[in-house]
């Protein structure tokens, strides 16, 4: 087992009604003004926002709004909330909906902590400083943004998508009632259950040895989230389903499945942040449609690994190599993603890359042959244009 830092400083208000003590738990951050951000429209006909609305009212904090986020958040946007948020002197950050939203509010939040453009910080130019203090009133179990210390946005100049972690974004609360999930369009909550198993499965495909224990927890919270994902797909009403899979969303991608790894492979993101970037696809699906193809393009450089994968998760029967047990498991991974809806190559999400598309994702994939990717097998620009290529 590998040396780590296990650090999860959110405090989690996990169940039924637990939106309703909002205004009490920001009561409890000392703050002056609220920023309440939220995406396009869900919880405005959901409901939660005017709920929402009435609990911070109940606690007497004082509040502005912005609304707007859209799936792969904008840079304007977040602009538009640091010159809002100084003009009202707000010093804390509400964010009431999915990994888009969250990662938004964090981004405002690293402007208004920080001078300068907040893009440096994504961009890799710089590193924070500091963020405002966010909280999360959570509606869709599936970036783990809830817990996590990312936040990854989209640069409308040039269609960049690029992630940024520090510790400063992790939210001081995240209040997680699984029942607002239900209001969720199918395809969303495939979405993110799959992006939800990634987060875990990125964190599974390393070289370390001895990981008993991590390795048992992600190999169980795979297992759970693919068990209560096909039960959403016919009973979308099923609280303990979504509470699930809503726990399982946070735990997966708050760092505890990558204790003692070696940080893990993080390929499949990187290929699928430029294809959300390009073609605004939703994230769980963009990453669904590529992980067959990176699978059969790496797994030669860890055929151990996936076969552990195969049989563990997958439950198929070994084959007496580990290559064959390895490709048994990643066939069987497609069929979970068909059950569920869920593309298993560029085309099901409905894009046609052309020769020039797929030339320009992995130039951006490469920061224009500036990076390798991945650790289960380091992959340069040749290599991430192939895997789209056999992906499409
Ligand atoms: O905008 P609204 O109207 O709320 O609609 C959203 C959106 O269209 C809808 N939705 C959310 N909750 C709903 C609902 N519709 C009905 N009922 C509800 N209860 O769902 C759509 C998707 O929302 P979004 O926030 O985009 O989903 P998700 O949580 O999957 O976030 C995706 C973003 O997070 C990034 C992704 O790249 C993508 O940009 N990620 C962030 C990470 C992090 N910060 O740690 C890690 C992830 O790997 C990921 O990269
Ligand atoms: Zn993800």
Not at 77 to 95: H, M, P, R, S, T
Not at 208 to 232: F, P, Q, Y
Not at 245 to 259: F, I, P, Y
Request: charged share 25%; glycine share 10%; hydrophobic share 35%.
């Amino acid at each position: 087992m590998e040396n780590f830092q296990y650090y999860t400083p959110t405090k989690v208000v996990f169940g039924r009604g637990t939106e309703e003590q909002t205004g009490q738990l920001v009561r409890e951050q000392g703050c002056r003004k609220v920023l309440v951000h939220y995406g396009s429209g869900s919880v405005v006909r959901s409901g939660l926002l005017e709920r929402v609305y009435h609990s911070l009212d109940d606690a007497g904090i004082p509040y502005v709004s912005l609304g707007g986020v859209v799936p792969n958040p904008r840079l304007s946007l977040v602009y538009e909330g640091i010159e809002l948020c100084k003009k009202e002197n707000v010093d804390f950050i509400l964010a009431v909906g999915g990994g888009s939203v969250i990662d938004s509010a964090k981004a405002i939040g690293y402007g208004l902590a920080n001078d300068g453009d907040v893009w440096d910080f994504y961009d890799g130019k710089r590193t924070a400083q500091g963020c405002l203090p966010i909280g999360v009133i959570l509606t869709i179990a599936a970036a783990g943004s809830e817990m996590s210390d990312s936040s990854v946005i989209t640069n409308e100049n040039g269609w960049l998508k690029r992630g940024y972690s520090s510790n400063y974004g992790r939210a001081r609360f995240a209040v997680m009632n699984p029942e607002l999930t239900m209001t969720l369009p199918k395809y969303q909550t495939a979405s993110g259950c799959v992006d939800i198993m990634m987060h875990t499965m990125e964190r599974y495909f390393n070289h370390c040895s001895n990981m008993e224990m991590t390795d048992g927890i992600s190999e169980h919270l795979i297992r759970t989230v693919m068990k209560n994902a096909k039960i959403l797909m016919t009973e979308p009403d099923n609280y303990d389903a979504r509470a699930e899979v809503m726990w399982a969303g946070s735990l997966s991608h708050n760092g505890l499945t990558g204790c003692g790894t070696d940080g893990g492979d993080w390929a499949s993101h990187q290929l699928e942040h430029e294809l959300g970037g390009m073609f605004d696809v939703a994230h769980g699906a963009g990453l669904a449609a590529v992980w067959g193809s990176w699978a059969r393009y790496v797994m030669d450089a860890a055929p151990q690994r996936f076969a552990k994968f195969a049989v563990n998760v997958m439950g198929v029967e070994p084959e007496t190599d580990d290559s064959a047990t390895a490709l048994k498991g990643i066939r069987a991974m497609e069929d979970f993603y068909r059950e569920i809806d869920m593309p298993v190559c560029i085309r099901d999400l409905g894009i046609e890359p052309s020769e020039d598309q797929l030339q320009e994702l992995a130039e951006k994939c490469s920061h224009f042959g500036g990076r390798t990717i991945g650790c289960i097998k380091k992959l340069d620009k040749e290599d991430m244009y192939q895997i789209y290529k056999n992906a499409r």
